[in-house]
């Protein structure tokens, strides 16, 4: 068995900004939720984009969410896992939408429906754990991106 | 841009079988969380082990829960996702945990706090999608497990 151990701020904070994918909890009238994302980190926002009409653009608007991203590689028995929680709102002034699409606009790869929708979580709480030591966190990064 | 493609109820299965570690959604009073886990499908329900003073232990029994397992490669842009959803239940009855146990027990790798508390999810709900074609499904698995 191999110790959890909790991430800084700061560690949390660079595996969020260099992960591409993650997955979005959100609660519905009929029970929780877990949708696949892209995502992008900006500022100090999580952007993801969906359709108006999917559970994620109906329920996840206007509430509160909880966003992870993970890497786990199961035959060593190590990994991370970094959660943000927040509330989820949907990005409609024009300017932030500009600034958004010049940092870095998610694309999903995902081409049915029309993602028109910019839902931004801006967390209030962000914690990660790591299971086992002797590795580093950055390089077990499917993919890396250089902000 | 890549078509989003609906897995069949088999294939959702299969990639369910066949994955060790996911992310249960729950809701609680102030929102949603997600909680990377360990698991094992036994029989027609996906168990995983937790301490009974988690968000998960607390939360997660006698509501409705969703689970998610997924592959994605990012670089070349596919991937899949399996989503089952359901109550979450504490088992408690002796044959049914001996019967957990000699199938397949999960086994968590983080050692803090006791996970004494058996999670089963008997999901009402499972679906899947795929993103990108031409390539094989159980192939892309990180760990394959063989029942």
Redesign the interface.
Known sequence: ????IDLTQDECRRLLDSG??G?V???SP?????V?VNYSVVDDAIIFRTSPYSVLGTYGRD??????V?Q????R??GW?V?A?GRGEVVVDVDQLAHIRSTWEP??????GARGLHLRLRWTELTG?R??VGWDLQASL??RRTV
Chains 1, 2 share one sequence.
């Open positions: 068995m191999q110790e959890a591409v994918g997955r909890a959100l609660s009929n029970g929780p939720h877990i696949p509430s509160m969410l909880a966003f992870e993970d786990f590689d199961h035959e028995q190590h896992s959660v929680r694309r999903p790869w995902a081409a049915s754990r299971i086992g499917a993919v």
